[in-house]
């Protein structure tokens, strides 16, 4: 076959297993650094890998309320395991950035702003909950009035290859908020995993230029179909859903209902939820002062509005309470985001039920409160 | 453009994160018992000449080694090269600032947020009532109408201290009486020395008729006393659409990105701090919100 050729943009084309090697080739070459999920002491991050075996075939993960457990099944799949903790987040909103450094010279301060540097990431494995994540956190940060430079400055130039979600984990509900299993977003490719192939969708110019010159076939009738069953099986085996229809209001009428404080009870404000949900932005800035008080680096870092610091205020906090800060973040999630940028902040990942200590559950909560007001 | 060595001309302004320009301190007034006023000038003279304010808006003021904290405007919006910032000391930034001497040199970004709608109030009666430091961000709407007194009605300054001691700005009241605003000045505990009003600020709209449809009411100051004002401003039917609140949150960006001004969808450095009540009202009651 001739070695130039590359299919349409729209198209689906199928390749053997092994050949994914080339493809990560083919993008390392071009300079980008890849990375995807990988068992790394005994649990499941997302980190640089360098061929296919790098990834967690075997593996799947088993998540409830409060438990998380990645488990060895011996399964012959790469791409069937539903991500723990870590998101893309943390590539494109790293948890912390070096904002500029001061320097006192002859009693003046002297400003370094280290320009935002990022390497070209290539993100191998985003699943559609997150990459409807990613598109989230974009209209947070690349906004027409204020664009922010650290995360610009990886995003654009972040490769997308996205896979359809074939094994949902106990937790999963994106098919409740849309954004999965079957990816919905941009990617510059999709791909389908399958018992022998990998079936790969182009999504762009840059996904088809990756696949230029690789053994590639045009996927059949058959395999399309065997996806379509799997992802429509998937959807049925979602661990949980949420119903939005009456949402955000049911939230924002009802502010005042006892049921958040019932929340506060359990909740420990210990903030994991915010920090393993891949769409949660908030920060905070630090500086750091040398000894001599001559130097100082000024720092961004993550914040989450769990922590009592983040409201604090000459004259008290505004959320000294537990339930108070619960229902801040829940009400963004469901209610405020979708008034704030048009989507909700919620994308159904589950990471917030898996990681909290309490197993508190958005999905049980928001149909608790819905119950309660009935 | 010659900028000094330690200022820093960004590409565009709209990606810049969190570096400030620097501002000498030219002035200090001290105005009460841990309240002062610092005069600040732009070091680079580009930047000085570029700047302008609206009445309300703020700036984030930063200390190196300290950080920063939002700090209202409170001086003329007609000579913004000298910019006023009346500040309490309150925490770490703020009892860094009391240190600072004539000469010192802070960081500042801003102005950012929304104002006083001084337009929209040009022909309608005007009530500014604001409690403790309060009174700093309304100061420029002040000036604002002294400059241009005859676009306005009657004008009224319902001001409450807790202590005559604590009240800001006393020597300028004389002035503000002159140039046609009323100012009503009432204290929650009076001294042996003190002849006005004891009693908190919402008092004050008993000892005055006012033309409610034609008034615009505008308030600043503890959020309890936010929540009387408005009340007795629409007991007396003030639309809500005339009434302005100034709110304060923690603040870390002033540009609707940290996330930590949020109440209910508003973004608090961004789309406040002055809001028109009717915008508040949903969420204005809810406890902690
Ligand atoms: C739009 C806007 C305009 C403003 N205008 C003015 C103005 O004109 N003048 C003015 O003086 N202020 C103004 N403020 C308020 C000012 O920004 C705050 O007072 C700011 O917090 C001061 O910063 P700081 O670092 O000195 O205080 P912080 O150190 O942030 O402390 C603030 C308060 O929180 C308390 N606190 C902090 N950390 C904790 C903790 N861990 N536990 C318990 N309590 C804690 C402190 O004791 C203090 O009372 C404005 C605020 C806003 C949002
Ligand atoms: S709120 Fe929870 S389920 Fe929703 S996106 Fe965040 S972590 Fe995932
Ligand atoms: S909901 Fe759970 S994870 Fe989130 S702050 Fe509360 S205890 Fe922690
Ligand atoms: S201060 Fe950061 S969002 Fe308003």
Redesign the pocket.
């Given at each position: 076959m001739p070695s130039d050729r590359s299919p349409e943009i729209g198209s689906t084309v199928s390749i053997q297993k092994h050949i994914f090697n080339a493809l990560l080739e083919k993008l390392k070459t071009q300079g980008y650094e890849v990375v995807g999920p990988h068992v790394e002491n005994e649990t499941l991050v997302y980190a640089p890998i360098q061929k296919l075996e790098d990834l967690p075939r075997g593996y799947v993960t088993e998540q409830e309320a409060g438990s998380f457990r990645l488990v060895y099944t011996g399964h012959t799949r790469y791409f069937d395991v539903i991500p723990g903790a870590q998101s893309w987040k943390q590539f494109l909103f790293p948890s912390h950035a070096n904002l500029f450094n001061l320097k006192k010279v002859n009693g003046a301060w002297e400003m370094e702003t280290p320009k935002p540097t990022a390497p070209a990431y290539a993100f191998i494995g985003v699943r559609g909950c997150e990459l409807a994540a990613i598109q989230i956190q974009d209209n947070a940060f690349l906004r027409s009035d204020f664009t922010d430079p650290i995360y610009r400055v990886a995003r654009e130039k972040a490769f997308i290859l996205a896979v359809n979600c074939m094994h949902p984990a106990g937790t999963c509900f994106c098919a409740s908020m849309g954004t999965g299993p079957r990816v919905e977003g941009d990617a510059d490719l999709t791909l389908t995993e399958l018992e022998d192939v990998f079936l790969l969708n182009v999504g762009s110019e840059l996904g088809r230029n990756i696949l230029a010159g690789l053994p590639y076939e045009s996927a059949s009738a058959f395999v399309l179909n065997a996806a379509n069953r799997g992802l429509e099986r998937a959807t049925l085996q979602m661990g949980r859903s949420m119903d939005t229809s009456d949402l955000p209001d049911l939230i924002l009428n009802n502010l005042d209902h006892p049921h958040w404080r019932a929340i506060g009870e359990r909740c420990l404000s210990c903030a994991n939820c915010t920090q393993v949900c891949p769409t949660c932005f908030c920060w905070d800035a630090t500086d750091t002062l040398s000894l001599d008080g001559n130097q100082t680096r000024r720092e961004r870092v993550w914040d989450s509005c769990f922590n009592?610091?983040y409201s604090?205020?000459?004259?008290?906090?505004t959320r000294p309470t537990i339930h108070s800060r619960y229902r801040q973040w829940m009400s963004h999630k469901l209610g405020t985001w979708k008034v704030q940028y048009g989507t909700f902040g919620c994308t159904g990942c589950g990471r917030c039920i898996t990681w909290c200590p309490a197993a508190i559950d958005i999905t049980v909560e928001v149909a608790d409160l819905r119950k309660e007001i009935r | 453009m010659a900028a000094h060595a330690h200022t820093h001309s960004p590409a565009s302004p709209s990606e810049r994160l969190l570096e400030p320009v620097w501002a000498q301190v030219m002035d200090i007034t001290n105005e009460a018992e841990g309240?002062s006023t610092y005069w600040l000038k732009f070091t680079d003279p580009a930047v000085e000449a570029a700047y302008t304010f609206e009445p309300g808006q703020?700036n984030m003021v930063y200390l190196p080694g300290?950080?920063e904290?939002?700090?209202?405007i409170?001086s003329n919006p007609a000579d913004p090269t000298l910019v006023g910032?009346?500040?309490?000391?309150?925490?770490?930034?703020?009892?860094?600032?009391s240190r600072l001497k004539v000469g010192d040199v802070v960081g500042v970004r801003g102005p950012?947020?929304s104002y006083w709608p001084m337009k929209e109030m040009e022909g309608h009666d005007v009530i500014i009532a604001c409690g403790g430091?309060g009174l700093?961000?309304l100061r420029p709407a002040i000036y604002h109408i002294m400059n241009n007194r005859e676009k306005f009605g009657k004008v009224y300054l319902l001001y409450g201290a807790r202590t005559p001691k604590d009240l800001l700005y006393p020597t300028e009241f004389e002035e503000w009486e002159r140039a046609g605003i009323q100012v009503q000045v009432t204290v929650d505990r009076a001294d042996e020395d003190w002849q006005g009003q004891v009693g908190v600020v919402p008092m004050l709209f008993y000892r005055f008729r006012m033309d409610a449809p034609n008034s615009v009411v505008l308030t600043c100051g503890p959020e309890i006393m936010i929540r009387f004002v408005v009340y007795e401003g629409l007991a007396r039917r003030v639309p809500a659409e005339q009434i302005y609140v100034?709110?304060?949150?923690?603040?870390k960006c002033g540009q609707g990105s940290c996330g930590h001004?949020q109440l209910g969808p508003y973004f608090?450095?961004k789309d406040?701090?002055v809001f028109r009540f009717d915008a508040l009202q949903p969420y204005f009651n809810v406890e902690e919100f």
């Open positions: 009592p610091g604090y205020q000459a004259g008290g906090n | 309240i703020f300290y950080g904290a939002a700090i209202s409170s910032h009346t500040i309490r000391f309150v925490g770490n930034v703020t009892r860094a600032i950012f947020g430091i700093p961000p100034s709110l304060e949150r923690n603040m001004c608090i450095c406040g701090p």
